[in-house]
T-cell receptor
């Protein structure tokens, strides 16, 4: 149980294009999902908190117009990197917090999406 | 604010050696504590957790005890294997962070045969 998937696992795009990354909770409902960015050999940086049916809350320094987050259902959140540039290349990881049988503070992580912008 | 400090890596060990990765935290309130493991090219997997003082989390031979008096959650394993080579993250949630996870900087572990 508590499986989170991400799609795609890898994406390569040209500079200036937009890329959408999906995060799905496969066997539980997630009222809250989180999006992280991980630089090589670095820890995870929380970008935003996504609550189903409401606007995402972005961390300080994260451009909300560049990183669009939509959490339209209890099992799906999407991150769209708009007008991507090479400096947006990174490993993006989502996590989901399950309601119900899991402890409130426990998050389940997706396998990550490697974005490369040429 | 809430923070997590992990021992600097990288850590290199021979197979069957004893492992300790230190982790300390600062928090207002009583956070839950976690160790996550990240294998090359993959996302994070929960390794173990503890939700209150003196709890011991354990999994796959790894252990960590929630020590409120020293604000620590050190990860230990008695005999490491090559397959344990990965990056290990200590994290906390709760306290003043309202459920957000605060991660340590990660410790790279390499185990040689």
């Amino acid at each position: 149980g508590a499986v989170v998937s991400q799609h795609p696992s890898r994406v390569i795009c040209k500079s200036g294009t937009s890329v959408k990354i999906e995060c799905r909770s496969l066997d539980f409902q997630a009222t809250t999902m989180f999006w992280y960015r991980q630089f090589p050999k670095k820890s995870l940086m929380l970008m935003a908190t996504s609550n189903e049916g409401s606007k995402a809350t972005y961390e300080q320094g994260v451009e909300k117009d560049k990183f669009l987050i939509n959490h339209a259902s209890l099992t799906l959140s999407t991150l769209t990197v708009t007008s991507a540039h090479p400096e947006d290349s990174s490993f993006y990881i989502c996590s989901a917090r399950a309601s119900g049988r899991y402890s409130y503070n426990e998050q389940f992580f997706g396998p990550g999406t490697r974005l490369t912008v040429l | 604010g809430d923070s997590v400090t992990q021992m600097e890596g990288p850590v290199t060990l021979s197979e069957e050696a004893f492992l300790t990765i230190n982790c300390t935290y600062t928090a207002t309130g009583y956070p839950s504590l976690f160790w996550y493991v990240q294998y090359p090219g993959e996302g994070l997997q929960l390794l173990l957790k503890a939700t209150k003082a003196d709890d011991k989390g354990s999994n796959k031979g790894f252990e960590a005890t929630y020590r409120k008096e020293t604000t620590s959650f050190h990860l230990e394993k008695g005999s490491v294997q090559v397959s344990d080579s990965a990056v290990y993250f200590c994290a906390q949630a709760g306290g003043t962070s309202y459920g957000k996870l605060t991660f340590g900087q990660g410790t790279i572990l390499t185990v040689h045969p």
